[in-house]
């Protein structure tokens, strides 16, 4: 009869076996499993597949790689998906800002507005630098409301990677949305600017010594040539986006140029009165952003040396199309590197 053992309260029998000298029960060793043939044990799991048919794998199931550059059709098609995230991201931005002040969106408005005061007070009340214009109030006002979309558009683009990092580390998405909606933010905002931007230059009209600024039906084209600058600034907000991402010292020198634009735009004089050399004229009178502030002040204004000339609408079109593609492919060719230290 087996021994039997005791074990946690409860007997449980003795496996038997041969003893030792010191009585000890030595159980015998199991049997080895025989060898299959080929001399190898076989894997449960089955052969693992190569990297190239793991990749095949993932690719058939919808994946692709982290921190590589998408093809440039898949980014667009990515990009267009997200249009609804790009426009409620902008807009949400526009209505956040200025939210912690007394008068809210109001400043939107007073901003610029201030800084046309101030701007006609020094240059077209003392200094009169709008000499060569029939109405230098409603001049200067238009220019320095439409220079700030720009101005604007610019600084805000070439922080938006910066300050949606975040995001960015995040949430997979074309990073190209975020410039893309910081614009429609400026542009947002430029909407109420306007309607002040059109009332004061029509009441500059009814001051002595000033040029009537009439109301006509060249104001519906307004929205044409601002929807052209918009395009225009997406794609600077392109450029410097991906510029100040890979060499955040360029934010630093990005203020400084957008102050030599201003006033190498005519914002608050007339190019043509004042620059008498006709190959620099040329060159200040059709670069893009002296463009788009005739094309905005022939649409107001009733100024005979800012008629509504179409070649100069075929060439805010053209800069808004090269800066536009140009820009976007350049911001493209980083994609992999936005996000990473």
Known sequence: MPARTQSAGRETPAVSGPADAEGVVVVPARPPLPAPVGGALPDPLGPLADADEMRAIAQASGLRQMGVRPPLTEYVRALWARRAFIRTLGSAKAYARNQGSYLGQLWSVLNPLLNSLVYVFIFGILIKTTRGTENGIAFIVTGVFIYRFFDSSVTSGANSLKNNMSLVRSVHFPRAALPISTTITELATLGPALVV???????????????????????????????????????????????????PDLGNVIPFVLRFVFYASGVLFSVDHYIKNEALAGVLTYQPVAVFLNMARSTVLNEPTIPLDPVMWIVGAGWALVAV????????RGEERYGRD
Not at 221 to 239: D, E, K, Q, S
Not at 325 to 332: E, H, P, Y
């Open 197 to 247: 931007m059109c009332v004061v230059s029509w009441l500059s009209g009814l001051l002595p010594k000033q040029g009537d600024v009439p109301i006509t039906w060249r104001l519906l084209l307004l929205p044409v040539a601002v929807g052209l600058m918009w395009v225009f600034n997406t794609g600077c907000a392109f450029f410097v986006a991906r510029w100040v991402a890979i060499t």
């Open 325 to 332: 593609v140009f820009g976007f492919l350049v911001f493209w």
